[in-house]
């Protein structure tokens, strides 16, 4: 068993000695995990080369990095010469040679496709210096697949960021069947430099997180799709009685249906076990557009700017279908 937890204290942080060599980090995709992880790596002083296909993704990440930068300068988390600072370490480029030109550390957080994933990480090791650390900030691919499609299996490895980056404290970090020891101290140190705890798991489907955390929304759906209960009631048990903050379904609807149902898939196909099966009605809803609150409605009904629950119509009926 190779799983550890690591609990940061200051010793640990000043100790570090491994991610010393680590000066210049590029990020590739701007979307929601990516500006994120430039936020709390230039917040922690490292030089940021964040890089997208899309110029206009890369100014939405810079202006939600200022937003979230200014939030916690008026909470007094940050003063205003540490926002600059940490803005002004942050560079935007469209081209990954020029991005990754002095990159100590790349990690990709461009959008989960496996087709993709291997497209770029071809294009990475190509172009990045030969001591440069390769990390992939996959919810579900496998490390291992991704990194056998490289020269350096001994420098590729997971560093799962949660959602919302600046704010959740855990990094699951997953080493591959080729990842070095080395690559993984390097890893578990800069996770300490920027205040957050890591966790080292092996690679298997889903990790640890997705693997626990996947059955128990799926399970959910299909309590809702045999008529258990409804959706107020499935969340409301798991809020109460259990202790979560959010209750499944409404976390699904956070999470995206999609990427719900696309995590199920992996676990389903990489265990080759019935258990994984993505419920039917998730499969429909995703099908039929209903992706949660980016497309508008999922389990509940999500306007901008609004944080009351509302269960959407096609719910309401607590006996629906059943
Ligand atoms: N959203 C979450 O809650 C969450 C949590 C943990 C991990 N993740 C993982 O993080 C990764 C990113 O997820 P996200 O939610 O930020 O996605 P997103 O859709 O918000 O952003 C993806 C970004 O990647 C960019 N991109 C696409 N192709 C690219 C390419 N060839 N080169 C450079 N950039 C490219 C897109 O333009 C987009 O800006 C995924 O692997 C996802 O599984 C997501």
């Known amino acids: 068993?190779?799983?550890?937890?690591?609990?940061?204290?200051?010793?640990?942080?000043?100790?570090?000695?491994?991610?010393?060599?680590?000066?210049?980090?590029?990020?590739?995709?701007?979307?929601?995990?990516?500006?994120?992880?430039?936020?709390?790596?230039?917040?922690?002083?490292?030089?940021?080369?964040?890089?997208?296909?899309?110029?206009?993704?890369?100014?939405?990440?810079?202006?939600?990095?200022?937003?979230?930068?200014?939030?916690?300068?008026?909470?007094?988390?940050?003063?205003?010469?540490?926002?600059?600072?940490?803005?002004?370490?942050?560079?935007?480029?469209?081209?990954?040679?020029?991005?990754?030109?002095?990159?100590?550390?790349?990690?990709?957080?461009?959008?989960?496709?496996?087709?993709?994933?291997?497209?770029?990480?071809?294009?990475?090791?190509?172009?990045?210096?030969?001591?440069?650390?390769?990390?992939?900030?996959?919810?579900?691919?496998?490390?291992?697949?991704?990194?056998?499609?490289?020269?350096?299996?001994?420098?590729?490895?997971?560093?799962?960021?949660?959602n919302p980056v600046p704010v959740m404290k855990l990094v699951e970090i997953i080493n591959g069947y080729g990842t070095d020891r080395a690559t993984t101290n390097t890893i578990i140190d800069l996770t300490l430099s920027i205040g957050k705890v890591p966790c080292v798991v092996n690679d298997y489907p889903g990790f640890?997180?997705?693997?626990?955390?996947?059955?128990?929304?799926?399970?959910?759906?299909?309590?809702?799709?045999?008529?258990?209960?409804?959706?107020?009631?499935?969340?409301t048990i798991m809020k109460l009685g259990m202790a979560h903050p959010m209750g499944p379904l409404q976390l699904a609807d956070f999470i995206g249906l999609d990427t719900c149902y696309s995590i199920m898939n992996v676990l389903h196909m990489g265990f080759g076990n019935q258990k994984y099966a993505p419920a039917t009605l998730l499969a429909n809803m995703v099908q039929a557009g209903f992706l949660g609150v980016k497309s508008g409605e999922g389990f509940y009904v999500h306007t901008p700017g609004s944080k009351e629950l509302i269960v959407s119509e096609r719910f309401a009926d607590k006996k629906w279908k059943m």
């Open 1 to 162: 068993m190779n799983t550890e937890t690591l609990e940061p204290t200051l010793t640990e942080v000043n100790m570090n000695s491994h991610s010393l060599h680590i000066k210049n980090i590029a990020v590739i995709g701007a979307g929601t995990m990516g500006n994120g992880i430039c936020h709390v790596f230039s917040q922690n002083g490292y030089n940021v080369n964040m890089m997208d296909v899309s110029q206009d993704a890369m100014n939405r990440a810079i202006a939600t990095i200022a937003k979230n930068m200014d939030r916690q300068v008026s909470k007094g988390t940050l003063n205003e010469d540490e926002k600059l600072s940490s803005l002004a370490r942050i560079k935007t480029f469209t081209d990954m040679a020029a991005a990754l030109k002095d990159a100590d550390l790349v990690v990709e957080a461009a959008t989960e496709n496996i087709d993709l994933k291997i497209k770029i990480f071809k294009e990475i090791d190509a172009v990045a210096p030969e001591k440069c650390i390769l990390a992939t900030n996959t919810s579900s691919i496998s490390i291992t697949r991704i990194a056998s499609n490289t020269k350096r299996m001994d420098k590729v490895i997971g560093m799962h960021f949660m």
């Open 208 to 235: 640890i997180s997705n693997r626990i955390l996947m059955p128990m929304i799926n399970e959910a759906i299909l309590s809702l799709q045999e008529g258990v209960a409804g959706v107020e009631e499935i969340d």
